[in-house]
């Protein structure tokens, strides 16, 4: 059901390049290596996408 959510939360917020910037992971408590490893991908894939368009968009209208 989360996963179902998140995709549909992805479909949304695409347009407003948005959607590439969210991930679910299921994890327990014992897989500590794997959220690290998760972490660090999600960390570098954002470096890759840049700066958050909307805060792009926001600042273009200020002095």
């Keep these: 059901m989360a996963e179902q959510k998140v995709d ?3 479909k949304i917020l ?3 390049g948005l959607g590439e910037r969210i991930e679910v992971l299921l994890l327990s408590a014992a897989d500590a290596d794997k959220f690290a490893k998760s ?3 999600a ?3 954002l470096s890759k996408l840049g700066e958050n368009p909307l805060k792009r968009v ?3 209208g200020k002095p």
Excluded: D
Aim: charged share 25%; net charge neutral; proline share 7%.
């Design 8 to 10: 549909l939360a992805k």
């Design 14 to 16: 695409a347009p407003i």
């Design 58 to 60: 926001s600042s273009e």
């Design 39 to 41: 972490a660090n991908a």
């Design 43 to 45: 960390v570098e894939k």
